[in-house]
């Protein structure tokens, strides 16, 4: 799944074909992956992007009629600006149409989702109220009191996106493993000292990931359909059984609540 590194790529790559561009009108292939209501198209005509936000994982696309646009891509959506658009490739589902160029969603899977809300109206949303400070704008001091007041594995409290935004599996895995934190270590039982490592951690493998544009393993791509490169730093998720790059010791993987976690057991107390 996108987490925030690939979401903020795809929204720095789209913020520079999109705005200012006035939508012509919707291709809506599969009107399911809209929820609540379809927007009408005819609406739409001659409203321009203003500017693209995100929150957490969510792409926020704000237009001059003051509604935004929100997109969930989950497990294997893509968002991509295509020029000159010849074809449209299987599993699109939504086609925003500008007086040039497209916007298209694409999901395999389906599970991502399209959603129009009132701009003024964001903060009312369950889904984007109930989140945590974004990993990038949190403090180190609510980032220790935060996680020290969870009796959960610090794996599981990292990727709650109710205690902190942003955060999944791979950059959750590689924030522990620089941190030398163990992902089953219970999230109230680490000292202040390791939690103020871990949020170093965060922020620097954060900051490296967006520089490389993401992580691309399995479906990601940037907003102009182009795979990320971080993917190529990654130091224990995905390598079960390899070396630890710090000791040489096979990775591990364990599974924490439903989702595969990798460390090295040396590396991370
Ligand atoms: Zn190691």
């Known amino acids: 799944m996108p987490e925030l590194p690939e979401v903020q790529t795809i929204i720095d790559d789209l913020s520079k074909y999109l705005i200012g561009k006035s ?40 237009l001059t009629n003051n509604q935004t646009m929100i997109v969930h891509l989950k497990m294997t959506g893509k968002l991509i600006y295509i020029d000159n658009a010849t074809e449209i490739a299987k599993h699109t589902h939504f086609i925003m149409i500008f007086d040039s160029g497209e916007l298209h969603f694409n999901d395999i899977r389906r599970f991502g989702f399209i959603d129009f809300v009132n701009s003024d109206k964001l903060d009312k949303i369950p889904y984007l109220s109930g989140l945590g400070p974004d990993a990038l704008d949190i403090s180190t001091p609510e980032f220790i009191s935060k996680l020290r007041s969870r009796n959960k594995p610090i794996k599981s409290a990292l990727m709650d996106q109710n205690i902190i935004a ?86 591990k993987r364990q599974v924490l609540a439903g989702r595969s976690s990798h460390y090295c057991s040396r590396c991370q107390r």
């Open 23 to 62: 939508i012509d009108k919707l291709n809506i292939p599969t009107p399911s992956i809209c929820r609540k209501h379809v927007p009408k198209s005819s609406r739409l005509k001659g409203v321009k992007i203003q500017s693209l936000d995100r929150r957490g994982k969510h792409i926020l696309v704000n």
């Open 166 to 251: 942003g955060l999944g599996n791979i950059y959750a895995d590689e924030s522990l493993f620089s941190a030398g934190i163990r992902p089953s270590r219970i999230a109230s039982s680490l000292s202040r000292k390791r939690l103020e490592k871990l949020y170093q951690s965060m922020r620097e493998i954060l900051r490296i990931a967006i520089q490389a544009r993401g992580s691309s393993v399995s479906d990601y791509v940037d907003g102009s359909g182009i795979p990320g490169t971080f993917q190529n730093q990654h130091k224990v998720y995905g390598r079960t059984g390899l070396p630890c790059v710090k000791c040489g010791a096979a990775i």
